[in-house]
């Protein structure tokens, strides 16, 4: 390992072990904080918006009837809504069948048990009502004023509570209080699509181009991992840019006039094909430093 | 062309099928529920569960497509929560929630109920000897949006008549009065749940608040010759609604505790333990609550006559005592 390995070339997740009863490890992706923040977020303006279509409705229906006291239904439909339809909103979308809300789903996130077991509703519960500390305490001690003493209780208050917040940023799980009450964590359920395989020359027209062992050996698997990124993204320019790259660097001397796009899928079928067999012998090569 | 496939090629090529079978009916099982699926593919789910779960083993030593590895453990943690996280139907589980789960971890709570209970009760006692002794001490225990005008400022007849205040149209004012109350109460039951994790202080100084509020409103109407009658006022909802914050205070306190004494557990472990158990009370508290405030604003409304709310008080305390503590076979189902 030399010091000069390449960077990681984004933010990898924290992946979690998660072994099932098979013995196979799922390598749960845990949900970042931005991501949590923004599925509540998702959530709160659908609930926002639930408010206010309710809201127009009872004011419709007291007109229809001609009601005596829409102020009074209003009133009802308001204080049951903004407390309990919260409550009701969180807790059967987590209960359902994907443990998730719908901002939750938007961002890819799923509730799951920390130990693996089923997702009872008293740990839905409790995830939910501990949200009540977590997020709207700071909001209410910032909403708040005073002056003088107040002033510095409010600070302090806000300070304290907004240790809750911020709670999710200083552990590995990201896991906030509620999820520690819950024995819960929130994970990412990645909706991946099987694409082609890009290895099957045939399909991509890129067979019959032959590659020196040597040329192959340049590079290890997260080359060619980048690589397969690059040809699943089908951006033009890096596509011609990375061919360039490596046809110089493995000093290429066949066909000149080849299209870059088959060039690269020949390449990464044969680099492939290279790097999978010493797999199978036990040698995996990481990278282009990787001289094992 | 045959040299050229490369192995990994071969193996995805043979099972892609089952991949995708199974990718269609997880899809369906997320969308409609278990509940709703035909007998044969429920029966096929964790075949191809299986099998998807060992060609991501295989994937991982063979294959160098990223694209086939992430996609294979997306479906295995999919079809995973669909296999292993299946609940029972709603209807089981409600039945289960009020014939044993919640009345077992109400009464697994009974010290620390029993806590809540004298921390309550020794700030109502305080309170009401204070505000007997000097009146103003009665504005540091209510505030003064709860009290609405029954504050010593009030004259001795008024104060009789928000006893027995008879709204002027029935449907008017009382729903509305009972939403918010029931919503109030919920607020203090949740934070006082809520705030149990930071090490119990917040919801003993919750309990403080309510007992004290208690104790302050009975001495203002015992120092006007009416503590029988506020207190029949107040009773009629209050031993449910006052039982229901001092098992959210229990709930509270079960939680701090496991944090600050985790015993041989984990930390984390002991919390989580401790706070499903909690959340299991709380949502009978919210029950309660709920009962609490349609006693609260309609029964107290309807009804004038003081030992009528007196029976109602007592039979209610009676009732919730007899099924949270009734002793009962326990272990029938595990």
Redesign the interface.
């Known amino acids: 390992m030399t010091a000069e390995v390449a960077p990681e070339p984004r933010a990898e997740p924290v992946r979690r072990e998660f072994v099932?009863?098979?013995g196979?490890d799922?390598?749960?992706k845990v949900a970042t904080y931005a991501e949590r923040v923004t599925a509540l977020g998702i959530d709160l303006a659908i609930l926002a918006g639930a408010m206010i279509v309710l809201t127009l409705l009872v004011i419709a229906a007291a007109a229809v009837a001609r009601s005596a006291?829409p102020m009074?239904m209003l009133?009802?439909v308001w204080?049951?809504g903004?407390?309990?339809g919260r409550y009701i909103y969180f807790l059967a979308f987590e209960?359902?069948?994907?443990?998730a809300t719908p901002g939750k789903r938007i961002m890819g996130l799923?509730v799951?048990a920390?130990d693996?077991?089923?997702?009872?509703?008293?740990?839905v519960?409790?995830r939910n009502?501990?949200r009540?500390?977590e997020v709207f305490l700071p909001i209410l001690f910032a909403l708040s004023q005073g002056q003088g003493i107040d002033g510095v209780m409010i600070a302090l208050g806000l300070i304290w509570s907004g240790v809750f917040a911020l709670f999710p940023l200083f552990n590995r799980d990201r896991r906030r209080?509620g999820d520690?009450?819950?024995?819960a964590l929130v994970v990412k359920?990645?909706?991946?699509?099987?694409?082609v395989?890009?290895?099957?020359?045939?399909r991509t027209g890129a067979?019959g181009v032959v590659f020196a062992p040597a040329q192959l050996d340049v590079y290890g698997?997260r080359e060619?991992?980048v690589l397969?990124?690059v040809l699943?993204g089908g951006d033009r320019k890096a596509i011609a840019e990375v061919a360039a790259r490596i046809r110089a660097k493995i000093g290429w001397d066949g066909a000149a006039d080849m299209a870059d796009r088959t060039f690269l899928n020949a390449y990464y079928?044969a680099l492939?094909?290279r790097?999978?067999n010493r797999?199978?012998f036990g040698q995996r090569r990481r990278d282009k430093f990787d001289v094992s | 062309m045959a040299e050229l496939q490369l192995k990994s090629a071969r193996f995805r090529a043979e099972r892609e099928a089952d991949w995708r079978k199974l990718d269609a009916l997880l899809t369906r099982a997320e969308s409609v529920g278990v509940g709703h699926m035909r007998r044969e593919e429920l029966l096929e789910i964790p075949l191809l569960y299986r099998q998807a779960l060992s060609s991501l083993s295989v994937a991982r030593a063979i294959s160098l497509d990223q694209n086939l590895i992430g996609y294979l453990e997306g479906l295995s943690t999919r079809g995973y929560f669909v296999v292993y996280g299946a609940r029972g139907r709603l209807r089981d589980r409600l039945v289960r929630f009020f014939r044993s789960d919640w009345p077992a971890a109400v009464q697994s709570l009974w010290r620390e109920t029993l806590v809540s209970l004298a921390v309550s009760l020794a700030a109502a006692v305080v309170a009401y000897v204070l505000v007997l002794r000097d009146p103003d001490w009665f504005y540091a225990f209510m505030d003064p949006g709860m009290a609405s005008g029954r504050d010593p400022m009030a004259t001795t007849a008024s104060l009789r008549e928000t006893l027995y205040d008879k709204p002027e149209s029935l449907a008017q004012g009382l729903s509305f009065l009972a939403a918010f109350l029931f919503t109030h109460n919920a607020q203090i039951a949740i934070w006082a749940f809520a705030l149990g994790f930071a090490l119990c202080l917040p919801t003993a100084a919750l309990m403080v608040l309510n007992g004290g509020a208690l104790g302050a409103f009975i001495a203002l109407f015992v120092s006007r010759g009416l503590g029988f009658e506020a207190t029949g006022w107040l009773m009629i909802h209050g031993t449910t609604e006052l039982f229901a914050i001092v098992l959210s205070g229990a709930a509270g306190f079960s939680i701090g505790w496991a944090v600050i004494f985790p015993g041989e557990r984990s930390r984390v472990d002991a919390a989580a333990a401790a706070g499903r158990r909690a959340a299991m009370v709380m949502m009978g508290v919210v029950i309660m609550l709920f009962v609490a405030g349609l006693l609260e604003g309609f029964g107290r409304q309807l009804i004038q006559l003081d030992l009528v709310r007196y029976a109602i008080a007592g039979s209610m305390l009676a009732l919730w005592l007899a099924y949270f503590y009734w002793p009962r076979r326990r272990g029938h189902d595990g």
């Open positions: 099932t009863p098979e196979v799922l390598g749960l006291a009074e009133g009802v204080v049951i903004s407390s309990l209960l359902g069948p994907r443990a799923r799951i920390a693996g077991g089923r997702l009872t509703a008293d740990a519960f409790a009502a501990m009540e500390v209080l520690l009450a819950a024995g359920v990645p909706r991946l699509k099987l694409q395989d890009l290895a099957d020359v045939e067979q698997i060619l991992h397969e990124d699943r079928a492939r094909g790097l999978e797999l199978l």
